[in-house]
């Protein structure tokens, strides 16, 4: 695994988004994958309010307790969802069916959530992020991030607001995230969060980079280019493996991007396990230039057939 830092931190540059941790039932569950990716060696999350039914950060803050070397950010500006515990009963209740049923679980959670938007009034920012850290257990997260802003929403209050959260040590760090690419960002404080685009150069002025987003979109084995065949016998994959894809493209987010953070989540530890164990890590610390430059020619000409 290799590291970097965030807010001065070491961390992993895996992380784990943690959109999937649910409480109620499937607190064992959510539980069970924060465990794996501890044990894999993977040291930063990344949660929100309003991540899995608003109950995320209570199954983070008991999976991490104890664990000392871990960083965290959590965000404000998207409310948590009414009634959380209810909906995550129901989940648990309807899970056989869920399994069955793929797909439904996520359209589900994002029909359930009912979380309200552009929550950026400083008072907002402050009862959210205190609510944050109580669920956390924490006094204080790596970074807070404003949670998909408008430029409208950078108010002068609300810097002055983050610039006091960082004074009086409730963050190590502020920024904003959203879930498009680079050229959604709003910028604002020292990290970045964004979604991966592994054909375009990585932001350089961006202070400390987090990454998600890289099994997005990727081809299916019919739909690789020429370019992409030759690029992945090269480097000694089968372009007629569809497990063969992710690991590359894990690898080539990676690379593509040194020092950043790149975000992963799985429905459960075997898939994780899986997708860190994809990784090739010689190629993912840019160590080999030659492979490098064939890596980076996967990302030309790609259409979009998967999702992480």
Known sequence: ????????????????????????????????????????????FDVAPSYGLGLAENVLGEALAGVGDAT????????????????????GFVRPLLAATPGLKARLARRAGGAARGQFAPGQVEASLADSLSRLKRETVDALLLHQPSPADLTPDLAATMERIVADGRARAVGTGTNDAAEALVPFGTVSQMRVDVAQPAPTSVGDLIL???LRRYPAPERLSPPQVEAM????????????????????ALANAPGSILLISARTPARLREAVAAVDWTLADAADSAALAQLRRLAVGSESAGAS
């Open 1 to 44: 695994m290799l590291h970097t830092h965030l807010a001065g931190r070491r961390t992993s540059r895996l992380g784990l988004g943690c959109g999937r941790l649910v409480g109620g039932a499937e607190t064992r569950a959510s539980r069970a994958l924060v465990e794996a990716a501890l044990a894999l060696g993977i040291r930063h």
């Open 72 to 91: 965290v950010v959590t965000k404000a500006g998207i409310g948590r969802p009414a009634n959380a515990g209810a909906k995550a009963l129901l989940i």
């Open 212 to 214: 998600h987003g890289a």
């Open 233 to 252: 016998r090269a480097l000694g994959r089968d372009p007629a493996d569809p497990a063969a894809w992710p690991g590359l493209m894990l690898t080539l």
